[in-house]
């Protein structure tokens, strides 16, 4: 799988370009972040973090937007260190160099705007 590019409301990963956010499993399953979702679109809650642990990866990169404003909550760092599971958190166009990189087993969520 390979993330291609991103700009302010877009994704284009493996040549198909996604308007919402994204959630990619480590099985490389791609998912709209909005479907079945609840609580806050700028935090990253223990919540969708178990949504990207089945499989389970080794590492889970957030892309916090285009500007940086998605906050990770600190009970989810919490959370995922007691899973073993390292945490990146980046802005969105950081996040998917260091994910396109990555050779451990990895998930990702990939917020698209602000």
Same mark, same amino acid.
């Given at each position: 799988m390979?993330?291609? $590019?991103?700009?302010? =409301?877009?994704?284009?990963?493996?040549? &198909?370009?996604?308007?919402?956010?994204? !959630?990619? !499993?480590?099985? #490389?399953?791609?998912? #709209?972040?909005? @479907? %079945?979702?609840?609580? %806050? #679109?700028?935090e990253?809650s223990?919540? @969708?973090?178990?949504?990207?642990?089945?499989? +389970?990866?080794?590492?889970?990169?957030?892309?916090? =937007?285009? =500007? =940086?404003?998605?906050?990770? &909550? @600190?009970?989810?760092?919490?959370?995922? &260190? +007691?899973?073993?599971? &390292?945490?990146?958190?980046?802005?969105?166009? $950081?996040?998917?160099?260091?994910? %396109? +990189?990555?050779?451990?087993k990895?998930?990702?969520?990939?917020?698209?705007?602000c």
């Amino acid at each position: 799988m390979k993330i291609e $590019k991103t700009g302010f =409301g877009w994704i284009v990963i493996d040549g &198909k370009r996604y308007e919402t956010d994204v !959630l990619i !499993l480590a099985d #490389n399953t791609i998912l #709209n972040r909005y @479907e %079945n979702f609840t609580g %806050n #679109n700028h935090e990253f809650s223990i919540e @969708e973090a178990k949504k990207l642990l089945n499989p +389970k990866p080794e590492v889970i990169v957030v892309g916090t =937007g285009q =500007g =940086g404003i998605l906050k990770v &909550k @600190e009970e989810t760092i919490d959370f995922l &260190k +007691k899973e073993k599971v &390292k945490l990146i958190a980046l802005p969105t166009p $950081k996040a998917i160099e260091i994910f %396109n +990189k990555l050779k451990e087993k990895k998930a990702a969520l990939f917020h698209l705007t602000c």
